[in-house]
Every structure is written in C-alpha cells, then in structure tokens.
C-alpha cells in the first residue's frame, strides 16, 4: 500500500493521478476534509481507503494498518499568510517527524514536501547544497515551519534516508480549492472572464519594474513526473529543488494566459498589500544541478505551453480535474 497524505490536496490528489496512471490502487489517503471542496479531487480516483489525517496518526502508531510500502507526505497547511504559528509547528513539523522517525524504523519509503519558502527573499540565492540549507531565514511562519524539518534532517544526518522535494511555484489542475493561495493562472482566467484584464501586484524595489518580479512556475504534471521516478528510485535520497530552473516574470505568466485564450495581453498593476510587502519574494529560481545529478529524466515544460495545457485543457470553458 502506498500512502499519500494531503491526498485530497493539489499536489497529493495530483499525485494520487499519477500513481493510478501508472497501474497503482492500493492507495490510502490520509487528508482532513472539513467542509472544503477539496473532496472533488477524489472524484474518480482509485484508492483503498480514506482516513482523516489525526486518525491515521494513531493507527499508524499502533500497528493498525495493512503493510506500507512507501509514504508520500504532501499534507501540510500551505497558507503562506497563516498566523497560527503553534499550528504550523504541529501539522508541518511535528507530523512529519513522527512520520519519518516511523518510516526510517520500518525501513518504509519516504518522500515529503518542502517549500521554496525557505529561501527567504533569495539573498543567499537558491542552491539546494546542505551548507546553503543551515543559513536559510524564511520570510513567513509557513516557510519556517518546512525549514525545521529540513534542519532537523541535517542536524541528525539523516537526510539520505529519506527525499525531501522543495516546490517552488506549482500551478495546475486540482487548485480549485485554495481560495487566496490558488495560482495566478487560475485567478487570472476568472479575472479575464469578469473584466478583460488581469490585476499584477505594483513593484516595490526600483530594479524591477511593475510586473517583472520574477519565479519559478512549475506545472503540477512536471512535479509528480519527479515524485514518480524518486518512488521508483529508492536509492536516491536528499533534499532536492523542484522547479524548471528558469525563472519567468509575472508578466510572462500573464501574457501566457491571454495567449492561451487567443486574447490581447492586458494587464492592470495594483497596490501590493502593507501586510505582505516584507515577506515579498521579489526573484526566485530553483537551482536544480543536483536533481539532474541525480539522474532524473524529467523534462520540463515552457511556462506557455504549460499555461496552454491548464487554461485550454482545465480551466476553460469548464472546470477540469486531473
């Protein structure tokens, strides 16, 4: 049995996806529902079983449960603005620990997410080498939370018994119910719908002009190809990027969307909120040496044509799940 937590999720529910087109079913998702529309990433999916994530925890913990094979833990609360920091430390800290000290016990795969949040505002730049990863400073409680793992691998030299994959930007099918945190591309094609244009966040730093802030957008599709050839290497352990190692500007990202509509690029710069000028990430891009060292075939796809398969194929003219 493979379990997949935060199955219910983007990136989980993506990789449940992946894992079925491949001939895999004996799933177990481990989630937490609530009253979130998330549950509509199940839909169609073929897994074993269900269990809510608290639940899991405890049988896991006390032998109840058919035999693992491998653990691909995608639950996390993602928000980058959330507060409660005694709630990030327990669900993205805590939980994955007590998974992976299980998982390294029972000699059971294990691969988790991490963030590109943890690069902080990029000053220290994007290298995925263990030395870098010791002096990150996260900008927000959420990036924190996924550098404490991190660390705690490192500090116990534990890092090559298990995978850690730092997402940087991801987009893609599946989305749908991360309100605020969903990606511009999904945002942007209801924006056009509504009014014609699409909203980008003013510049704040006179070397970059409105809109050319830049990241790294990674396609869902990419990422679980990744997630899939480290499930099926279980020799290759670290910490690794996953982004496509090019970095691209908002403004790209817009332009892509319209293009992908078949639309004129037209693009309305606002006020970035007070609230989160100071934890802005103005550049990041994945440095990814060390995963293709590692011997992973993944090619990824162009921000357009990754952004034409979303809005063509997903988004428009109804929702799509993968």
Known sequence: MIVVTGGAGFIGSAMVSKLNENGETDILIVDELSTSIKWKNLVRKRFTDYIHKDHFLEMLLNDRLPKIEAI?????????TEKD?????????????????????????????????????????????????????????????????????LRNQLENKVV????????????????????????????????????????????????????????????TEVLW??????????????????????????AAVFSALNLQTSIEYSEMPESIRNAYQYHTEAAIAKLERAGCPVQFRSLEDSVKDYVRNYLHPELRYL
């Not at 691909?72 to 980058?80: D, E, L, Q, Y």
């Not at 480290?230 to 496509?244: A, E, H, Q, Y």
């Open 164 to 223: 850690g994959v730092k997402f940087f930007n991801v987009f893609g099918p599946n989305e749908y119910h991360k309100d605020d945190m969903k990606s511009l591309v999904c945002k942007a094609y209801y924006q056009i719908q509504e009014n014609g244009k699409i909203r980008l966040f003013k510049s704040y730093k006179p070397e970059y002009k409105h809109g050319e802030q830049v990241r790294d957008f990674v396609y869902i599709k990419d990422c």
């Open 229 to 254: 050839w480290f499930l099926k290497n279980p020799k290759v352990n670290g910490i690794f990027n996953l982004g496509t190692g090019k970095a691209r500007t908002w403004n790209d990202l817009a």
């Open 72 to 80: 691909v833990h995608m639950g996390a609360n993602s928000s980058t």
């Open 85 to 153: 920091v005694d709630h990030l430390m327990e669900n993205n800290y805590r939980y994955t620990r007590v998974l992976a000290e299980w998982s390294m016990r029972k000699k059971v795969r294990f691969i988790y997410a991490s963030s590109g949040a943890t690069y902080g505002d990029g000053s220290l730049g994007f290298s995925d080498d263990y030395e870098l990863v010791q002096k990150l400073v996260p900008l927000n409680a959420y990036g924190y939370s996924k550098q404490m793992f991190d660390l705690w691998l």
